[in-house]
């Protein structure tokens, strides 16, 4: 891997590794020990990765006027995602409302991340030069180990995950 593209496959490393997260989650039942655990560990990485691809990518790109109208879209997906799996974690793992709102989440965090892929990616490419390159590896993994033990797992309703 070139450093052109380093940041890029690792972001995209972690998103397969969310695709298998949603995969398996989605042929859990009930509420069950598996399905807890699942949903625990989607949560400390949705949320560290976000945090830590803020921090990384989306800070740098918010310095290049050509991809602000895309970063601040990202970011607020970021948001929408966080607040999601707090509404999922204040909701009966058993309930047909659950798998609903699970379904949900699971639709727009891989329209969110096939995106960013597809898209944005791509576009941010052209505008990042070394010294960019260079600070977002040394960032990125350094906050998503600090964010990913840091993420707030606590059930929230949706409409109290604002706050």
């Given at each position: 891997?070139?450093?052109?593209?380093?940041?890029?496959?690792?972001?995209?490393?972690?998103?397969?590794?969310?695709?298998?997260?949603?995969?398996?989650?989605?042929?859990?039942?009930?509420?069950?020990?598996?399905?807890?655990?699942?949903?625990?560990?989607?949560?400390?990485?949705?949320?560290?990765?976000?945090?830590?691809?803020?921090?990384?990518?989306?800070?740098?790109?918010?310095?290049?006027?050509?991809?602000?109208?895309?970063?601040?879209?990202?970011?607020?997906e970021h948001h929408e995602i966080e607040e999601a799996l707090n509404d999922l974690a204040a909701t009966d793992m058993a309930s047909g409302a659950w798998l609903q709102k699970f379904k949900e989440l699971d639709h727009d965090y891989r329209h969110h991340i096939n995106e960013?892929?597809?898209?944005?990616?791509?576009?941010?490419?052209?505008?990042?030069?070394?010294?960019?390159?260079?600070?977002?590896?040394?960032?990125?993994?350094?906050?998503?180990?600090?964010?990913?033990?840091?993420?707030?797992?606590?059930?929230?309703?949706?409409?109290?995950?604002?706050?």
């Amino acid at each position: 891997m070139s450093k052109n593209d380093e940041i890029f496959a690792r972001l995209k490393q972690d998103h397969d590794k969310h695709r298998a997260l949603l995969d398996r989650l989605l042929e859990t039942h009930g509420d069950t020990a598996e399905r807890q655990s699942l949903f625990e560990e989607l949560t400390r990485e949705l949320k560290g990765h976000a945090a830590a691809e803020e921090q990384a990518l989306y800070s740098t790109m918010l310095r290049k006027p050509p991809t602000t109208d895309e970063t601040r879209h990202s970011v607020a997906e970021h948001h929408e995602i966080e607040e999601a799996l707090n509404d999922l974690a204040a909701t009966d793992m058993a309930s047909g409302a659950w798998l609903q709102k699970f379904k949900e989440l699971d639709h727009d965090y891989r329209h969110h991340i096939n995106e960013e892929e597809e898209d944005h990616f791509p576009d941010f490419e052209k505008y990042l030069d070394d010294k960019d390159r260079e600070h977002m590896r040394g960032v990125f993994e350094r906050r998503k180990r600090e964010e990913k033990s840091d993420a707030d797992v606590t059930p929230k309703k949706k409409e109290d995950a604002k706050e």
